[in-house]
């Protein structure tokens, strides 16, 4: 099933935008009369009707809405130093959507090797993933902050909240542990330098727990996908344990 994304669907508005247009008309050749499916970016399917096949603005009509399409059963937040190569952190958010994702949040630490941070590939890789992974929900791309002002504004989040860094220190719990049984989770992991010892001092201070995602030593987009999907993992076990 193709899904098509428009930003005012669900504020009334009944066409596509040039881009979504012009792969719906002369991309996958549909015309009017054809149904197509389109999703709002914020949990809303509409099952609708092509009524001008312009390339250029398809507009249609609304037959039937389907909410919180493709959703899943917890809140993830992950925020994620960009690696010095844009690439891998355009992989990781796609990926992370993919999988199962809220809201990213690139940082930048004391370490950090890259310190500047272009939003708009990333959106567009946003809503392509959204929808090549059937998902009526887009995460949020926030702006770009330090570790500490991070640290600072999401110390009162619920549920998990959790750091990820190289160090072999004690006490750090496997992250699939960390998470069992939260519905919430905000999830850091540091750039390639990893997180300054006065940075890891102030999530701990804070309140932030510090967990392992095994012996391997992971890249960064690596390691973010995978706490990613820890989440992911332990939400379809869930499921699976009440059935």
């Known amino acids: ?17 040039s881009e979504e247009s012009a792969h719906c008309i002369k991309v996958l050749r549909h015309r009017s009369g054809d149904s197509i499916n389109v999703v709002d970016g914020h949990g809303m399917l509409y099952r609708c009707t092509i009524l001008d096949d312009n390339p250029r603005a398809v507009s249609f009509r609304i037959d039937e809405s389907v909410e919180n399409y493709g959703s899943h059963d917890y809140r993830l937040h992950m925020a994620v130093a960009p690696p010095k190569n844009p690439d891998r952190f355009e992989w990781f958010a796609e990926k992370a959507t993919e999988i199962g994702v809220d809201s990213i949040t690139p940082l930048f630490g004391d370490y950090s090797e890259r310190k500047i941070f272009k939003p708009e590939r990333v959106e567009r890789i946003l809503i392509s993933a ?111 344990y009440k059935q």
């Not at 099933?1 to 935008?17: I, P």
Request: proline share 2%; glycine share 8%; net charge negative.
């Open 130 to 240: 959204a929808k090549q992974s059937h998902k009526g929900t887009i995460p949020t791309l926030n702006p770009a902050v330090s570790v500490r002002q991070f640290i600072e504004e999401h110390s009162s989040d619920t549920g998990a909240r959790l750091i990820c860094y190289c160090d072999e220190a004690e006490g750090k719990t496997d992250i699939m542990e960390a998470l069992r049984g939260a519905d919430r989770a905000t999830i850091m992991i540091g750039p390639e330098g990893d997180f300054s010892r006065s940075e890891i001092s102030l999530a701990l201070s804070s309140g932030w727990k510090t967990v392992s995602l095994g012996d391997s030593r992971l890249r960064i987009e690596t390691a973010a996908v995978t706490a990613t999907a820890a989440m992911y993992l332990l939400s379809i076990g869930k499921r699976q």
């Open 1 to 17: 099933m193709e899904l098509f994304y428009s930003a005012n669907v669900s504020a009334g508005g009944t066409t596509l935008d």
